[in-house]
């Protein structure tokens, strides 16, 4: 039995984290580019990691790499041999592991006995993320099932390689993309675990139209998909994409929405939603309801908004 499974099947609720480039902006680092933040891997790797220790700290049981927004094209397109973008890979689950570790050591031993030891979540973003436009949000891209392996599987391998306890295939807005990484784990890396979570502009379907109940299947019948649910989503869609997807899949539930605002992909900006009256801890506790185990924050959120849910939430 792998370590997510463990962790699903001993703690009621866990805790994700947050959103890295939005906590790097508030400190002031520029993470405009393709890259992102991952441009940080190649220049300054200590302020990655400094932020994982953030959201260590602030409670979270499973941290995610900085790996997102990073596959060996990004990479190569910034100069890097195909190798060496490997190992920088590698290196995102590296500065998780440590980040973990200094932490940790730092823990009372009745503060390490009231929590688990956080586990590496390597980060599997979609192809969206590589092409940098905003079709994370739309799901408006085309490849064949061979190409998005191809694209996938190195930064798979290299985060499995290093020591990634689970996959967070996240941020899929696009239901054919989602079917090749299930299929590419059963085929290629069967002993992963993995959760899979969506993005979605409406209530029925994921951001590219694919109804709900197809990709709820999806990871019903995947023996390595763990939990399932929706990150970098409009709070007001999760409640019920969630009552939406339950009716095919009984897995664990996962959520991490946006702080609330409304991305325009567009100009890059973001903006106040009207539909949006409730923080993210209102909303968790409304979710935990419809039987959410898994809790955390997507894009616009903090470490001080994960400190609230890990207090709150385990309180």
């Not at 400190?27 to 260590?56: C, F, M, T």
């Not at 599987?153 to 295939?169: F, M, T, W």
């Not at 409640?239 to 929405?257: F, G, H, M, S, W």
Request: with cysteine; proline share 4%; glycine share 6%.
């Amino acid at each position: 039995m792998g370590k997510f499974k463990v962790l699903l099947e001993k703690q009621e609720m866990i805790i994700l984290d947050g959103a890295l480039g939005t906590e790097m902006e508030s400190r002031g680092y520029d993470v405009s580019g393709k890259l992102w933040s991952a441009k940080y891997l190649l220049d300054n790797p200590q302020i990655i990691q400094d932020l994982h220790e953030a959201y260590v700290r602030a409670g979270s049981d499973i941290i995610t790499t900085s790996s997102y927004q990073a596959s060996i094209p990004s990479f190569v397109e910034a100069g890097l041999s195909p190798e060496k973008a490997y190992e920088f890979l590698k290196e995102t689950v590296f500065l998780v592991q440590t980040a973990i570790k200094n932490v940790w050591q730092g823990l009372s031993l009745d503060e390490q006995k009231q929590r688990s030891y956080p586990l590496v979540a390597g980060s599997v973003g979609p192809y969206a993320a590589y092409l940098a436009d905003g079709s994370e949000y739309t799901g408006n891209y085309q490849l064949s099932e061979a190409e998005f392996r191809d694209f996938h599987r190195p930064r798979i391998q290299a985060l499995l390689e290093a020591g990634s306890d689970l996959l967070a295939i996240e941020t899929i807005p696009n239901g054919a993309e989602a079917a090749a990484i299930v299929r590419l784990l059963a085929e290629e890396f069967p002993q992963a675990e993995a959760y899979l979570s969506f993005t979605a502009q409406t209530e029925s379907a994921i951001s590219d139209g694919t109804p709900i109940k197809e990709v709820g299947l999806l990871a019903q019948f995947s023996s390595q998909v763990l939990a399932v649910g929706f990150n970098c989503t409009a709070p007001h869609l999760i409640a019920p994409l969630l009552e939406k997807i339950r009716q095919v899949c009984d897995k664990p539930l996962l959520t991490y929405p946006n702080s609330g605002e409304i991305y325009n992909g567009v100009t890059n900006t973001w903006h106040d939603d009207s539909k949006q009256d409730k923080n993210l801890l209102e909303n968790s506790k409304l979710w935990r309801e419809q039987g959410v185990q898994l809790f955390g924050g997507c894009c616009r959120t903090r470490p001080e908004d994960i400190k609230q849910l890990a207090s709150s939430l385990r309180n």
